[in-house]
């Protein structure tokens, strides 16, 4: 009889302190959790900041500007096109 | 000696005592027992209340609003997180140091923000959507009372290029214009709540339930094409410039597709700065304002009285001598032109010519036209003051006002409605709706309007306007077949014609498969010329040219130069 009491005396105090340890792992892993969403929230606004510069940068008003001002580039006029049949 | 032996215990004592005490005991469990009930029972909710109170809390969680992206996925509008800083001036007691960090870090001047912390208001904003990092260092300076929220703040890129087309949204992120206020069910995100555990520093350190999910806004693809909207713009821009006139706007749409590619309007304004804002910059004229489109509208008289099977592209009709009595009044043209083909009525836009058809026509079918063309009814856009125009019943109909109507008098459009009836002729003969979005199907058939003979021959009439010997050769592009009509409108001022213009053009190319419809106006043109001609073709031009060779448009006519030297017919008002 006191055999199996000592048992589950035993028993009880393992599971209690398994019980402990899932707890903090739990919290722990949370804690995690936690982090990485803030983190993945954070590279969402950079996103969203880095497409505001990318289309700053593309506007087509620069980019027109840097043509023609930087590089000197200037439409084909009427004769410089010369179109191409799509070959079929 | 052993208490089992104490003398004492012999002695007997009152039984009243032993029952005393029992009666004692039993009511100090009674009213444990009471207590509990009353703690377990009756008061639970609130004292769980008090102890959940204790550790667990409630976390608002912010959605994101939706970008606007334009048909390429460019993005056109997007929302960032800043920080507004608050304070609740009862607790804000700043020494002059302090308040001349703030102030500084703030760019605000110090007396302004004594002025703010010394309100008497429980809660007054410092400064609204300042850069996070900014707010940061105003955090690090640890004043009482001053506090910082998160908030979103609206950012357009493509600046005063998009803003009527884009509209605003206001401190809150809510829509307030334009498409911002139109698609505002999509793009607003719902803000959620979740409730966590928090341990003594404030950490979380358990999920216990997700009250509401945050959703974000949705993504709006438009049918705007980005370097379209910006041609149009630059180009008005110089147009205005060039003409000295007060007002402008240009609207594109796509001829097989019924989307919108380009809506500009001059003046204009930055969305991302809206400190100095006239009501002049905000109207969005191609939609809210309405005005006479004058020789723009012949087209449709003369698809009428083909489609009544009266007339056909080349019966004549004698203009001279140039005028037109009906009743009392007397319409004009600018020219004699003596003898004319329906073609020739419209290439040099003929108003006696054009009263003279539609004063064969009966009115009832006249306004059946006009009003499934969309003319008199607001295109329902979603925009705000959005206007349908002035088209009368024909019950009311004057002849005189039928035969002004003919040419584009007595009535009124919006670029945008004048635009989109544009759609039958460069179609064949149907009318489709006209789409803010991006479509990912074109829609299979519009509905019609005219048939597809007519819309065929009135779109070579249009060819025709703009060759040698039309009203607007300057809207010829080399490589191109181009279809279009001048417009040319004296303003009404408080009821009277006044000596002010609007010229408009509006047209579509390539002519043997029309690809895009421009239609431009130009709001009082102060320069030397003022005719639509003159003013509104070349912009047309411009904005149709290179439109076309951004969309990578096959030239119809290779080998054709444009004879722009050629001069323009007057067109008759």
Not at chain 2, 212 to 217: S, V, Y
Not at chain 2, 507 to 519: T, Y
Request: glycine share 8%; aromatic share 6%; net charge positive.
């Amino acid at each position: 009889m006191a055999r199996i009491n000592a048992i589950l005396l035993a028993l009880a105090v393992v599971c209690a302190l398994a019980t402990v340890s899932a707890n903090h792992t739990a919290r722990k892993l949370f804690t995690e959790l936690e982090r990485e969403q803030a983190r993945s929230q954070a590279l969402e606004v950079e996103w969203g900041q880095l497409q505001l510069e990318q289309s700053t940068w593309a506007a087509p008003g620069r980019v027109e500007k840097i043509a023609r001002d930087k590089l000197r580039m200037k439409a084909p006029g009427p004769g410089q096109i010369i179109s191409i049949d799509a070959v079929r | 000696m052993k208490f089992s032996q104490s003398p004492l215990l012999s002695q007997g004592l009152p039984a009243w005592r032993s029952r005393l005490l029992l009666l004692g005991l039993l009511a100090a469990f009674a009213v444990l027992g009471g207590w509990s009930v009353y703690l377990q029972g009756f008061n639970s909710v609130f004292l769980q209340e008090k102890g959940a109170s204790r550790y667990s809390r409630v976390i608002e969680l912010s959605a994101t609003r939706g970008r606007i992206m334009d048909r390429h996925g460019d993005v056109l509008a997007v929302s960032t997180p800043v920080k507004s800083v608050w304070a609740i001036p009862e607790d804000a007691k700043l020494n002059p140091g302090q308040l001349r960090a703030l102030a500084g870090l703030l760019e605000l001047d110090v007396r302004e923000l004594a002025r703010k912390l010394g309100s008497d208001a429980d809660f007054v904003f410092v400064k609204r959507q300042i850069p996070p990092d900014t707010a940061e260092r105003v955090a690090a300076l640890k004043l009482p009372g001053i506090h910082d929220q998160r908030e979103y703040r609206r950012y357009y890129p493509s600046a005063e290029v998009t803003a009527h087309m884009l509209g605003f949204t206001g401190a809150e992120d809510v829509g307030q214009e334009g498409v911002e206020l139109a698609f505002e069910a999509a793009l607003a995100g719902k803000p959620g709540s979740r409730r966590v555990i928090k341990d003594r520093r404030g950490q979380v350190v358990e999920d216990v339930e997700s009250i509401r999910a945050p959703q974000d806004g949705r993504d709006v693809l438009l049918a705007l094409d980005a370097k379209i909207q910006y041609l149009a713009h630059s180009n008005l821009r110089q147009a205005i410039a060039e003409n000295r006139a007060k007002a402008g706007g240009i609207v594109v749409l796509d001829a097989k597709t019924g989307e919108i590619l380009a809506l500009v309007n001059s003046p204009t304004y930055n969305p991302n700065n809206r400190v100095k804002l006239a009501g002049a910059q905000l109207r969005n004229r191609a939609l809210t304002d309405t005005f006479e489109p004058g020789s723009t509208l012949k087209p449709f008289t003369a698809a009428l009285a083909l489609e009544a099977g009266k007339y056909r592209a080349d019966t004549l009709i004698q203009t001279a001598p140039g005028r037109l009595t009906i009743g009392s009044a007397t319409i004009h043209d600018a020219h004699m032109h003596g003898m004319l083909t329906v073609a020739q009525v419209i290439q040099k836009s003929s108003n006696v010519g054009a009263a003279k058809m539609a004063l064969s026509l009966p009115p009832q079918e006249m306004w059946a036209m006009l009003d499934s063309l969309g003319f008199g009814s607001p295109l329902k856009l979603g925009f705000p003051g959005e206007v349908g125009g002035r088209l009368r019943p024909f019950k009311k109909w004057q002849p005189i006002e039928q035969a002004t109507m003919a040419y584009g008098h007595g009535i009124s459009v919006t670029l945008m409605q004048l635009a989109r009836a544009y759609l039958v002729f460069a179609r064949d003969g149907d009318l489709l709706p006209l789409s803010l979005t991006r479509l990912e199907l074109p829609p299979a058939e519009g509905r019609p309007v005219f048939s597809k003979q007519t819309a065929h021959e009135v779109r070579a009439m249009l060819e025709m306007a703009v060759l040698p010997g039309g009203t607007a050769p300057k809207a010829q592009i080399p490589g191109y077949r181009v279809a279009g009509k001048t417009g040319t409108a004296h303003k009404i001022e408080s009821g009277v014609y006044a000596d002010k213009y609007i010229a408009s053009f509006v047209g579509f190319a390539p002519a043997s498969d029309p690809r895009l419809i421009v239609a431009v106006m130009i709001d009082e043109p102060a320069g030397a010329a003022y005719y639509g001609g003159d003013v509104a073709a070349p912009v047309f031009a411009r904005v149709m040219a290179a439109s076309l060779r951004a969309l990578g448009v096959a030239p119809d006519a290779p080998g054709l130069q444009a004879s722009l030297d050629s001069p323009a017919v007057k067109e008759s008002m």
